[in-house]
């Protein structure tokens, strides 16, 4: 598919990331179990091309990317615009204008079938780990030394700074 007809499909990819912060007071809300560091959970939303739409406001690390994709609305004004959202595993349960991909039951493997209904989101997918590996090149998004308060305006400088690229 060319990149013009890629780009202009009405769609959005969503993913959800650690940005790694400094532990201030207690860091246990910060504290990401997943990833074993101290960090805030940043949604990202990207076109079907890869750039970066828009960054969340930093959530506490420990917050999972369908809570946090809640907390902000995403999914609900995704829905009121009628833009449905590709997204991975962690969104599953978000409901009908989510996609995300089939997930392996217990003691059995996925179909043919399946595997390749995964692979296709998986490529579709593709352009929002782009955003999200342009956003850690960022050396203070991949490790910040500062309060985690701070970093909601950081990733706002950011969206700004790469808007213009």
């Given at each position: 598919?060319?990149a013009?007809?890629?780009?202009?499909?009405?769609?959005?990819?969503s993913?959800?990331?650690?940005?790694?912060?400094?532990?201030?007071?207690d860091?246990?809300?910060?504290?990401s179990?997943?990833h074993?560091r101290h960090?805030v959970?940043?949604?990202v939303?990207?076109?079907?091309?890869?750039?970066?739409l828009?960054?969340?406001p930093?959530?506490?690390?420990?917050?999972?990317?369908?809570?946090?994709?809640?907390?902000?609305?995403i999914?609900?004004?995704?829905?009121?615009q009628?833009?449905?959202?590709?997204?991975?595993l962690?969104?599953?349960?978000?409901?009908?204008?989510v996609?995300t991909g089939?997930?392996?039951?217990?003691?059995q493997?996925?179909?043919?079938?399946?595997?390749?209904?995964?692979?296709a989101?998986?490529?579709?997918?593709a352009p929002?780990?782009r955003?999200?590996?342009r956003?850690?090149?960022?050396?203070?998004?991949?490790?910040?030394?500062?309060?985690p308060?701070?970093?909601?305006?950081?990733?706002?400088?950011?969206l700004?700074l790469?808007?213009q690229?």
């Open positions: 598919m060319p013009e007809n890629r780009s202009s499909s009405p769609r959005t990819t993913d959800g990331t650690l940005a790694e912060c400094d532990r201030v007071g860091g246990r809300a910060d504290y179990h997943k074993r960090g959970n940043v949604q939303v990207t076109d079907p091309g890869g750039r970066l828009w960054l969340s930093a959530l506490p690390g420990r917050a999972h990317d369908l809570t946090a994709a809640r907390t902000h609305g999914i609900r004004i995704c829905e009121r009628g833009v449905p959202i590709l997204a991975d962690a969104y599953q349960g978000g409901g009908p204008w996609t089939i997930k392996r039951r217990p003691l493997e996925l179909t043919l079938t399946e595997k390749t209904v995964n692979r989101l998986a490529a579709a997918r929002v780990e955003g999200v590996a956003l850690k090149s960022w050396r203070i998004f991949r490790r910040s030394r500062c309060s308060n701070r970093m909601t305006s950081i990733a706002k400088a950011i700004t790469e808007r690229r």
